[in-house]
């Protein structure tokens, strides 16, 4: 592997477009092109060409098996695999893949969350191949497979997955860009694409200490542990130097994504001890997402490669920072334009302004959806504490954006601000000139120079509803504006109106300001800027009339693909916080008690012995034995309480009627439980504390 050279490696795995033009007949692959990048649909007969040229391509690269590579609604990926061995009629076997298995696969698993779309007893689903996402190999202990990225439908022909309404959502976003295009005189742009790039955080540890502890195992995050004397205030883990341990374990994922074609770009520390950061460069949404998919699962597979584990939920350790996926997105023509790159003269350029001033009017409008997408049981302990946005929706935008969009708005001339040089006071250092607006980490929505990046996002999710989200409000603010201008009869004049009034209408929504800072809350408030604390709050968000209509006029969910991802989400809240209840108590009291109640026999003996030989001073020992035996008891009512909340919780049933008792209830008594832990983890022999403590799993590994 040393000496081979990152072009030779890079997509060595993948059956990209360079395989496809070199093992393709021309005309199969012009067709194949036709519907990749025309949308126009997929003969039967091409398909046929193109699983042939597939599978030898695969098999010279020892594959036996080929398997379709899908995104159910829980976000994971799902794949079942075949192996390529067909009977022949001699009684012989041979290697064969047909178009006919390319394009369609049955999975049969009932399993799967469904929201109710579909009965178990009606359990057919179809995976359909998605060619605009290019087939790979995956590598394993159990030989080579062949993955084909498809989408998965009921047999109604309802989306059971995550990937269908991506597609539909990147369909609909084209159609409202070209038309606005169009209007503006672009007639050679024929493709518009959403880009993705996310930014993927996640912890590493030790993973003997992982293996420890049955709340990382059962939950991936902690349930339990002390702060340790030291957390994240002394600022130097960010962007410190990679130990090498770690530094071999990057080395090796830089390797696996490269093979599969993933263009893994930076990786650093982060801030929080033992956490750290990697970012691919950006594709379409869809490949953006799965690449992700397969960043998670590298991640997390080659982990054990090095003894260690990965943790990718968005909160492992309270007290510091948890874990995000900041979503780049933007808008790209295939004439190589990128919509949001403001240009030397932003003010002038009016395809930014009028794209600009959708994506604020988009937010603003649906800015409950965009909370929604980013809501779950994890990332509920994540947002609105010092370290992730709020949970307050709002547009960073920079000042010199904001001034342009301020001095149209009032109908003032713009004067361009000449960048000026920054002034380091060092002769030999190379001059540079300012960036016009400084970074701005506090924003949930950033304009970050010529891309949108959402902040707000958990570091464990599919990214795919949060860019199928993007896609379609922005489409929506876009198609509103076509049939605006459409109608005008002086199109500069309606041009510069739907500017100035879209920023009128919709300013709220933007703040340049510190996010983190009480005084915003009291300021989002008075501006009418919904703030929901937790996805119990957000989630009928989903299923309200605003929302439904929306995807249906997009045609990205129909109402019925609507209530089963919202019943789905919240049937996940609950069952999340169900799992993670029972496992603090089966930690409290198997492990934690027993060790309290042990050490605590173990000062009594002191005293006793003590006692015994003479007369010493022994408050000491009769203190510690009476904190001691105080929060012990204090711990098993908490456990009691606990354990009757989650009885009674069994008895509901209504999904937003439970996961609102999960909130109010259960979660409450979990934190209680865990402060009386906490106490007791620094009063007890650390040699007797059953659980890897927080300062050995984050400065030890
Ligand atoms: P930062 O730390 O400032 O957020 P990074 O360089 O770590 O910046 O990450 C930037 C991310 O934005 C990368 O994943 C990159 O691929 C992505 N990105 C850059 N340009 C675009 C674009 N035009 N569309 C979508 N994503 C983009
Ligand atoms: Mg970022």
Request: with cysteine; proline share 4%; hydrophobic share 40%.
């Amino acid at each position: 592997m040393s000496n081979m050279n990152l072009s030779e490696l890079f997509g060595k795995n993948v059956f990209d477009d360079n395989v496809m033009r070199e093992r393709l007949p021309k005309s199969t692959y012009k067709q194949l092109h036709r519907t990749i990048d025309e949308g126009l649909t997929l003969e039967a007969s091409v398909a046929e060409v193109v699983a042939n040229a597939m599978k030898d391509w695969a098999i010279e690269r020892g594959a036996t098996h080929f398997t379709h590579w899908f995104q159910p609604m829980n976000g994971k990926t799902a794949e079942k695999h075949d192996s390529f061995l067909s009977p022949t009629s001699d009684g012989r076997v041979i290697m064969e893949f047909s178009g006919k298995e390319l394009i369609k696969g049955e999975a049969d698993g009932s399993s799967f969350p469904s929201g109710g779309i579909r009965q178990t007893f009606e359990a057919r689903g179809y995976t359909v191949w998605d060619c605009t996402s290019p087939a790979f190999l995956k590598e394993d202990a159990s030989g080579v497979a062949l993955c084909i990225p498809t989408a998965f439908y009921s047999h109604t022909g309802e989306a059971l997955d995550k990937k269908s309404p991506l597609l539909r959502s990147m369909e609909c976003i084209q159609a409202a860009s070209l038309r606005i295009l169009n209007l503006l005189g672009e007639t050679n742009v024929r493709k518009v694409t959403a880009t993705v790039g996310a930014e993927q955080e996640y912890f590493l540890i030790d993973k003997r200490h992982y293996q420890q502890r049955k709340d990382l195992i059962f939950t991936g995050r902690t349930l339990f542990g002390a702060q340790p004397p030291k957390g994240q205030e002394m600022e130097d883990h960010y962007y410190g130097s990679i130990k090498e341990k770690i530094a071999k374990y990057m080395r090796e994922i830089d390797l696996e994504l490269w093979k599969l074609g993933v263009p893994s770009k930076t990786k650093h520390n982060e801030v929080a001890p033992a956490q750290h950061e990697l970012a691919p460069l950006f594709a379409t949404s869809n490949v953006a997402c799965d690449q992700n998919q397969l960043i998670m699962e590298v991640l997390q597979k080659v982990a054990n490669h090095h003894d260690l584990a990965c943790l990718l939920h968005a909160k492992p350790f309270a007290g510091i920072n948890g874990s995000g996926k900041h979503v780049n997105w933007s808008l790209a023509t295939d004439t190589g334009r990128n919509i949001f790159s403001p240009g030397k003269h932003p003010h002038e350029n009016k395809i930014f302004l009028i794209f600009l001033v959708a994506v604020i009017k988009a937010v603003d409008k649906y800015s409950d959806l965009l909370r929604m997408c980013a809501a779950s049981a994890g990332n509920d302990h994540r947002l609105g504490g010092h370290e992730a946005p709020p949970a307050i929706i709002s547009i960073f935008l920079g000042d010199e954006l904001t001034n342009i969009l301020e001095h149209i708005a009032h109908n003032e001339a713009v004067v361009e601000e000449r960048r000026q040089l920054m002034e380091m006071g060092v002769s030999t250092l190379p001059k540079l000139k300012k960036e016009s607006t400084d970074r701005n980490r506090t924003s949930p929505f950033a304009f970050t120079g010529n891309k949108f990046e959402f902040r707000m996002f958990p570091s464990s999710e599919s990214i795919a509803e949060a860019s199928t989200i993007m896609n379609t409000i922005v489409a929506d603010a876009l198609t509103d504006f076509a049939e605006e201008l459409e109608k005008a009869s002086d199109l500069d004049k309606a041009i510069n109106r739907l500017i100035k009034d879209t920023y009128l209408k919709h300013q709220r929504i933007i703040f340049n300001g510190n996010g983190y800072s009480e005084e915003w809350v009291e300021e989002a408030k008075a501006r009418g800027l919904s703030n929901y604390a937790t996805t119990v709050d957000v989630l009928p968000s989903y299923i309200s009339e605003e929302s439904i209509s929306l995807f249906g006029r997009m045609q990205v969910y129909n109402a019925t693909e609507i209530f089963a991802r919202y019943e789905i989400m919240l049937e996940e809240y609950y069952k999340v916080i169900n799992i993670e209840a029972k496992t603090m108590l089966d930690i409290a009291k198997k492990q934690i008690l027993p060790a309290c109640i042990y050490y605590s026999t173990e000062v009594g003996k002191n005293v006793e012995v003590l006692k015994h030989i003479g007369s010493f001073d022994i408050t000491a020992q009769l203190a510690i034995l009476d904190d001691l035996t105080k929060g012990i008891a204090e711990f098993k009512r908490a456990i009691d309480a606990l354990d009757e909340k989650v009885i009674e919780s069994n008895s509901i049933k209504e999904s937003l009627e439970k996961a609102r008792f999960f909130k109010n209830e259960i979660l409450p008594c979990m934190e209680h439980l865990r402060s009386i832990s906490d106490m007791l983890e620094n009063q007890v022999d650390e040699k007797v504390w059953p659980l890897p403590t927080y300062g050995e799993i984050l400065f030890r590994a």
